[in-house]
């Protein structure tokens, strides 16, 4: 009588378990660290090539940043920016973006961060992201709130990129290229 209640209950547990590895799997929102390939493409629903993934820690919580392109473009990007969650069993999106009708090569995203305990203010953090074609940037400054100095990110020798700071973004103070010239136009249409 106990080995047939005992069997009941595993082939329920089996069960469960088969019906949440399905949803998890299938979900657009989640994203598990082993399989982050399908869960960006199930995102975007396309076929992506990751280019970069940055983990990020900002007001208390973990990040994990990713930029991807779709495999027929490499200059199309999309920024996936997810949350950590139960310690890194799982990730959970919390912000995404895509270039749109946009042909800058460098883009950046403010991102508002909410539930930050003990905190009465508003908490952004900034990605700047892109796509150094031709390693033709070699450095950008910016100018971020929260920071004392402009930020300056050395790129020469990255075709992608993806930065992360807290505060948000105020001005792109200037971008110079592998020639010395001012580049700054990559971050325009």
Not at 50 to 72: A, M, Q, R
Not at 117 to 144: A, C, L, M
Not at 155 to 167: L, Q, R
């Amino acid at each position: 009588m106990r080995i047939k209640k005992l069997s009941k209950v595993l082939i329920i547990i089996v069960f469960l378990a088969c019906i949440l590895s399905i949803f998890f799997s299938n979900s657009k929102t989640i994203m598990f660290s082993s399989n982050m390939k399908k869960g960006i493409d199930n995102y975007w629903n396309n076929k992506v090539s990751i280019k970069e993934v940055k983990d990020f820690e900002v007001y208390g919580k973990k990040f994990k940043l990713v930029l991807s392109t779709p495999i027929n473009n490499e200059k199309y990007k999309y920024l996936n920016c997810y949350e950590e969650k139960m310690n890194g069993l799982y990730y959970k999106s919390y912000r995404a973006s895509e270039q749109g009708g946009s042909n800058n090569l460098f883009g950046f995203s403010t991102i508002f961060v909410n539930g930050v305990v003990d905190s009465n203010k508003e908490n952004y953090f900034t990605i700047v992201y892109g796509y150094n074609k031709d390693f033709q940037v070699v450095s950008y400054e910016i100018k971020v709130s929260e920071q004392e100095k402009n930020i300056v990110s050395n790129i020469s020798n990255k075709e992608y990129c993806i930065n992360a700071f807290k505060g948000h973004i105020q001005d792109i103070v200037n971008v110079i290229g592998k020639d010395g010239s001012d580049k700054i136009n990559v971050f325009e249409d």
